[in-house]
């Protein structure tokens, strides 16, 4: 949980997306990976459910390619 004020919200959300799509994804042995696949497909889809629920309740996904799913990477 990252409590910000409502006056800075817009802007942290926009420091966490770019940091995050700066990260580069892969598997885990392959040089400057930070992202790697979740290794058990139950919590794929436990992190799915959270995902979903949260996007139901009014949450929004907001980096590029946040939310996607290709197998067992997120």
Do not use: C
């Not at 949980?1 to 997306?17: A, F, W």
């Amino acid at each position: 949980i990252i409590y910000v004020h409502r006056s800075r919200r817009e802007e942290l959300i926009s420091l966490l997306s770019e940091a995050i799509s700066k990260m580069k994804a892969g598997l885990p042995w392959a040089p400057g990976v930070q992202l790697t696949p979740v290794a058990d497909i139950e919590a794929v889809n436990w992190f799915r459910s959270l995902i979903d629920e949260a996007e139901e309740k009014g949450a929004k996904v907001m980096n590029d390619g946040g939310g996607e799913f290709v197998e067992n990477f997120m």
